[in-house]
């Protein structure tokens, strides 16, 4: 990964986490020739869960933070199997039994094609977190990134901001970004533990997850529904499949509602019964019931977004990624915003030339990341509603339904990048006062 040709800059910036979104900004200012240090809790790089999707959006971001990072994505991500459905971002079917509609009357027939959803050039793109994860550890160079360092505190000292972690060390830097999740404390400590929408809110579903050899999906379920991704829509709940690791397994997410729109469990996943899972598809049809006896090692997951934060950063202290919009994955967008994200804000840092510029730079990024990933964050939660046929205005209508999956998700993968960059710089200073 060759830097950038300007002159290092006159400032250090702390990176607290190291999953996707904290790596990607890393990689960012490293490109800027930005001196930075990555700060992650755990005693490894490490991600948990499976399959995660990119939309063309979050694949263009990639290259425009560092065209390694689409090399090294590239050479793993797994897309639909067939040609023809190259560029399909999911099919949607209708997935319970004509019987098995519980209180609505069933608007089709079992396995019913309702759309074909278009993604231009990516289709449905996607890969093994755990594996995305490596390509982007391999762009940073050794001692960058420190180990066991579970931020505790964040404060401004003087000129410097002073962080100190759990384990009682600190460190000190001119700029700290909060990348640590869903479960964020950096995003605690920036607006206030108290304040109402710092935690996270619990969405009314959960999901079950799990893995499925291909070659037995494709036995069971025939190769058009196996090895291109698809999506089981029905009432209170939606199932989808996608090809991962080179087409070597499905991905499989179930979800379902908690009609009480109660998690009590502090944890939020869960080891789960296979009864459970059988008993919530109880009416769904042949090829959901069968994607459901062959996942293997499944476990149910709670899903919490959170509610919009008033602000992305406060002085020299931002957020990003889930830090600071945790989304619901219902649209496949979630992790594609904290890439967007590190790429407005390692660029905008590119163009600060002294540690009082650095406050600008946060205020133009959080006037640009802020409504659009808060956007991708409601909308979400909206996705839901139509695919489990809870939305008040589609209700069952399957030619609304179509007409409004065909559309809605262009906003999220049109977006011109470039574009939203200059928006920025121009709010932080007419596009040249940093320059």
């Known amino acids: 990964m060759a830097p950038s040709d300007n002159p290092e800059k006159p400032f250090h910036v702390a990176v607290c986490g190291g999953g996707i ?59 639909n199997a067939w040609p023809a459905k190259k560029n399909l971002w999911f099919e949607f079917n209708l997935g319970p039994k004509e019987d098995g509609w519980k209180d609505l009357k069933a608007p089709g027939k079992e396995g019913q094609r309702i759309a074909q959803v278009v993604a231009l050039d990516v ?20 001692g960058v990134a420190q180990f066991g360092k579970r931020v505790e505190k964040v404060e401004k000292k003087g000129q410097k901001m002073l ?43 959960y999901a079950y997850r799990g893995l499925i050899p291909m070659e037995k999906a494709a036995k069971a379920l025939g190769d058009a529904l196996a090895r291109n991704s698809q999506m089981y829509l029905g009432r209170h709940g939606h ?26 469990d502090e944890r939020w996943v869960l080891p789960m019964k296979k009864e459970d899972m059988f008993a919530d598809f109880e009416g769904w049809g042949e090829s959901v019931q069968k994607v459901l006896s ?20 406060k002085g020299h202290f931002a957020l990003l990624g889930d830090a600071a919009h945790a989304s619901t994955p219902h649209q496949g967008a979630g992790a594609g915003q904290a890439i967007e994200d590190a790429f407005i804000l390692s660029n905008l840092l590119g163009q600060v030339n002294s540690v009082d510029e650095i406050e600008k730079a946060f205020h133009a990024y959080d006037a640009v990341r802020r409504p659009r990933s808060q956007k991708v964050v409601a909308t979400s939660r909206d996705a839901a509603k139509i695919y ?18 065909e559309m809605r998700y262009d906003w999220i993968w049109n977006e011109d990048l470039p574009q939203q960059l200059k928006t920025a710089e121009a709010i932080m200073g007419s596009g040249q006062a940093c320059r």
């Open 21 to 79: 979104g904290g790596l990607c900004m890393l990689i960012g200012l490293l490109r800027q020739n930005i001196s930075c240090t990555l700060y992650e809790s755990a005693a490894a790089f490490a991600e948990i869960g499976a399959g995660v999707s990119f939309g063309p959006n979050a694949v263009r971001a990639m290259s425009l933070i560092d065209p390694d990072i689409k090399k090294g994505y590239d050479r793993i991500a797994t897309g």
């Open 123 to 142: 289709g449905q793109s996607s890969v093994h977190r755990a594996h995305f994860l490596d390509v982007l550890v391999d762009l940073v160079p050794d």
């Open 163 to 205: 962080l100190t972690f759990q384990d009682g060390s600190t460190a000190e830097a001119d700029a700290v970004i909060g990348c640590d999740g869903v479960k964020s404390r950096a995003r605690q400590i920036l607006l206030g533990e108290d304040h109402e929408t710092t935690n996270p809110t619990f969405t009314g579903k």
């Open 388 to 405: 489990e046929f809870e939305d008040e205005k589609l209700k069952s209508d399957l030619d609304m339904i179509k007409r409004t999956l």
């Open 239 to 264: 199932v989808l499949t996608f090809p991962i690791e080179n087409g070597k397994t499905m991905n499989v997410v179930a979800f379902q509602t908690k009609m009480d729109g109660k998690w009590e």
């Open 294 to 313: 062959l996942m293997e090692k499944p476990d149910v997951w709670a899903l919490f977004d959170h509610p919009p934060a008033p602000t992305y950063f």
